[in-house]
């Protein structure tokens, strides 16, 4: 990072210092860092700083006023397209907002109005707890999120990293505006705050833009003070037991976490301990992944890392299994592979594999003006070392076989193990006894003696996203964009496929193919003519790249990213991995696993299985009703000539469209293209297939009803109709609709959270598709709210069509789409898939102020008339799982 970013840093009149970083770029974003989080409470205290960071989203002057917060900041934010957001950890709690940079002066001055001192309304504090009270609802029906604290738990038993940051319902509960507003006194000071400026300046801008600073920031709003230190108990590296703890949820199938404790972010040994986390858990070419997963097949997933915030942290690994007969074998190949690499060590191919995926790391954060920002905040305010990654970097080039498993004899040691089981809550007769003989008898502990140290001593631009077209003799649609400035390249291909096809144009029935599209995206990087599996894996894991198939309700493509270095060796891969897939019946077999695995565990995931019985009840004839991932049944009986044929069918040069964007030299690129069209000509079948007419959905006649009861803490309703297709007019209009509902100030936001607490999670939701789609509201709530959210959302949708939306709300609807495209649009990769899918869907390229000219021209009218016409007049369905 500190090769490719050199931050100027200046300093406000009270000491509190700021980074200005120059990024070339249509987007600026602004991080005010507090090191301040969860670890820096007192126990009666516990979840004060997150509870803190949605306080400072209320209205500044609430209290002095006795008026209850409007969400006034957000609504200021949104309505110049800013996106404005925040999250607490242990060590820090980070604000954020991100914006058209030429909005940049004015988004300070809104976001600048956190900073001043606050004091917090009772009817706030009360709305916000209870609004905080259902997020740590939704978290306890979270398996992952329950396991991993269970973990954490048994981790720091003594220190605060044990404890949720969200904090637990009984302190929450307990809890005064008095006890946060001495929480928020002792730890918002200036010696805690730091701010980081990126985006496009020169030196008359970064002048204003520093006064602004000084004047919502500067010593006149905060006085100097230093900050206050909260003793820490320490946790022991080594345990004087092993600890396994087990847990009984809503599951159908069992999970483990295992951690090893290991030093702090400064520690020599960290770069050599993130290798090793690496090699044995990182991406499929990891020891692990090829053990369990492919070899013994006894995971549906394994994977791990480090974990380091600002004191020691853990390295851990997580097991997820199809049955609990298959958790003791997976655990004892972990803990085998564990004892393999402290003997025999790594290979020198594996460390530089993940070396490379290392150094990668910093090029792909550099993509946005975003993963800048938060980059160099880590850098000066958690580490407080901006050559740290240079080090980082330096030290992990320069580990050697031999000092990796000396690291691994270290630190993956009995004594400094623990661990959490997650099972089936109807499982009986289930001990942790067999798992703890397991590792006595294949892990050693500590040694006494130290192990070695394992570190050494272009151009102005035009934002307009518009590529350059070019159509192939062979009949495929290239585009192209060249970004000079960046280190990594992308190429993004798609074909209409999917659902839609697959159940309309089958190739055995509509019954049996359900289901082929994720499969055949899951195998598609899974072996060639002349490729294995395993070999294609090694050349993109050790290129630190990215390539995956995708499938969805209307397409199926292969995307690709790497470092623009790469191209030739990346491109060549890529052409034959999209026009050579094996379909390999043994990586198939792995893929159905995967497949069926996710199919009995929908219900696990509450949210998830509304979507699906929502889907399910609203499209009776159209394949959207169809559930993507198939039926146990159907992926059960997928064979690989089955996707073979879907491939021929699908990847006809006619039909194909490919983005490549990125640095890719110009005669690199066309010496490609001569190649690739090349390949397309022999490829094509020649002749045009006539796909069967799409069934279309029947307009709704009256309401429907799905409701699936599991006894849960929360309730999920998703309430809907009918929506739009892609081509649609009033699509511009639904985006307007869709933000003046959404968002921190969305009226959904502000009417049934804000003012009532009914919820954490609330938005609206839609699709639009190659037929009509869906549109519809949605909300996770306590049961018993329930009908209150029914209500309440119908109302906030009767209240916007009979009133209208404000000509505020209008204005900050517009900016907030033009500034989010902008956000969501920086990066190679995001550019690629925006050019490939709006061709392939035939929706022309616009200027942005054509774009800008289009939203513009949204009436308030037209927003009332289509909420009428989709969300009022037309009979709806409610899908209810709780």
């Known amino acids: ?94 604000y954020h907002v991100t914006v058209a940079s030429h909005h940049w002066e004015k988004i300070l001055d809104v976001f600048g109005e956190m900073a001043r001192p606050q004091r917090f309304l009772k009817e706030d504090f009360v709305r916000e707890r209870e609004v905080i009270l259902e997020e740590l609802k939704r978290g306890e029906d979270s398996p992952n999120r329950m396991l991993f604290q269970d973990l954490f738990s048994n981790v720091y038993s003594k220190h605060p990293y044990g404890r949720p940051v969200i904090g637990f319902a009984r302190t929450l509960k307990a809890a005064s505006v008095s006890d946060l507003e001495a929480f928020y006194r002792r730890q918002y000071v200036t010696g805690n705050m730091g701010l980081v400026l990126v985006g496009p300046f020169d030196d008359a801008r970064k002048k204003k833009i520093l006064a602004l600073l000084e004047k919502r920031f500067g010593s006149k709003v905060l006085k100097k003070k230093a900050p206050y230190s909260l003793p820490r108990l320490s946790e022991k590296p080594e345990n004087s037991k092993l600890k396994f703890s087990t847990r009984k949820f809503d599951v159908k199938t069992p999970s483990a976490c295992v951690a090893f404790r290991i030093p702090d972010l400064k520690h020599e040994d960290l770069p050599a301990i993130d290798l090793l986390a690496s090699v044995l858990a990182m991406g499929e070419m990891s020891r692990l992944y090829q053990r369990l997963f492919y070899q013994e097949s006894v995971v549906t997933d394994v994977n791990g890392g480090t974990y380091v915030p600002k004191d020691p942290g853990m390295l851990y690994f997580a097991l997820d299994c199809e049955n609990l007969e298959k958790l003791e074998p997976a655990f004892q190949g972990m803990c085998e592979e564990i004892r393999r690499i402290q003997e025999h060590g790594p290979t020198d191919e594996e460390i530089a594999r993940v070396a490379v995926n290392q150094e990668s790391e910093r090029f792909y954060a550099a993509q946005t003006a975003d993963g800048v920002a938060g980059r160099l905040g880590f850098l000066k305010f958690q580490v407080n070392d901006r050559e740290f990654d240079r080090r980082y970097l330096d030290a992990i080039r320069s580990v050697t076989p031999d000092q990796l498993r000396a690291i691994a004899e270290k630190y993956l040691t009995l004594d400094r193990m623990t661990g959490a089981f997650m099972i089936p809550k109807a499982t009986e007769g289930f001990t942790t006894a067999p798992f703890e003989k397991i590792a006595r008898d294949t892990l050693t502990a500590s040694q006494p003696q130290e192990a070695p140290s394992a570190r050494r001593t272009k151009k102005g631009s035009s934002f307009d996203l518009i590529p350059e077209k070019i159509r192939l003799p062979s009949g495929a649609t290239i585009l192209y964009r060249d970004r000079p400035n960046s280190h990594l390249m992308s190429i993004y291909s798609a074909v209409l496929g999917g659902t839609r096809l697959e159940t309309v144009d089958p190739v055995r029935s509509a019954q049996q193919d359900l289901g082929a599209s994720p499969l055949l995206a899951a195998t598609w990087n899974k072996g060639t003519h002349s490729k294995t599996a395993k070999q294609i894996t090694s050349i993109i894991e050790g290129s630190a790249a990215g390539m995956d198939g995708f499938a969805g309700r209307n397409t199926v493509g292969l995307t690709l990213v790497g470092l623009a270095r790469d191209w030739s060796k990346l491109s060549s891969l890529y052409q034959e991995v999209l026009l050579e897939p094996s379909f390999n019946e043994e990586e198939l077999a792995h893929a159905k696993r995967l497949a069926q695995d996710t199919i009995r565990g929908i219900e696990d995931h509450s949210s998830a299985l509304c979507s699906k019985l929502f889907m399910e009840t609203l499209f009776e004839k159209h394949p959207y009703g169809k559930f993507t991932q198939g039926t146990l049944e159907s992926v059960e009986g997928m064979d690989s000539a089955t996707l ?75 309430t809907g109709g009918l929506g739009l297709k892609l081509g649609d007019d009033d699509r511009l209009p639904l985006r307007v609709l869709s933000n003046i509902l959404g968002g921190q100030s969305g009226r959904l936001f502000i009417e049934l959270r804000e003012k009532k607490s009914l919820a954490y999670s609330i938005a609206p939701v839609s699709m639009e598709g190659m037929e009509n789609g869906y549109v519809g509201t949605y909300i996770a709530c306590s049961p018993g709210k329930r009908v209150e959210a029914v209500e309440g959302m119908r109302k906030v949708i009767e209240d916007l069509v009979k009133k209208g939306p404000t000509e505020k709300e209008m204005r900050r609807a517009k900016e907030f789409y033009l500034g989010r495209r902008a956000m969501d649009l920086q990066g190679d990769s995001s550019m690629a898939s925006y050019f490939t899918l709006e061709e392939v869907y035939r929706l022309p390229f616009k200027t942005e102020a054509d774009i800008a000219r289009s939203i513009e021209k949204v009436t308030a009218r037209d927003v009332c008339n289509l909420a009428r016409r989709l969300l009022l007049d037309a009979p709806l369905v409610t899908s209810t799982v709780g």
């Open 644 to 718: 073979k044929e879907f491939h021929r069918r699908w990847v006809q040069p006619e039909n194909l469209v490919v983005s490549m964007v990125g640095n890719i030299n110009r005669k690199d690129f066309e010496a490609f293209l001569k190649q690739f069209d090349e390949s397309l000509k022999s490829f094509a079948s020649g002749k045009n297939r006539l796909i069967p007419e799409v069934p279309r959905e029947n307009e709704l006649v009256a309401p429907r009803w799905v409701e699936r009861k599991l006894g849960r803490e929360q309730v999920h309703l998703l």
């Open 1 to 94: 990072m500190s090769k490719l970013f050199t931050p100027e840093e200046l300093t406000l009149s009270n000491g509190i210092p700021v980074l200005f970083q120059n990024f070339d770029g249509p987007v600026a974003s602004i991080y005010w860092w507090i090191n301040t989080g969860s670890a820096d409470e007192k126990p009666k205290e516990a979840g004060f700083a997150h509870f803190l960071e949605h306080m400072h989203f209320k209205d500044t002057d609430a209290k002095a006023s006795g008026k209850a917060s409007t969400g006034a900041l957000a609504r200021a934010i949104e309505s110049f397209g800013g996106d404005v957001n925040a999250y607490t950890s242990f060590d820090q709690t980070v």
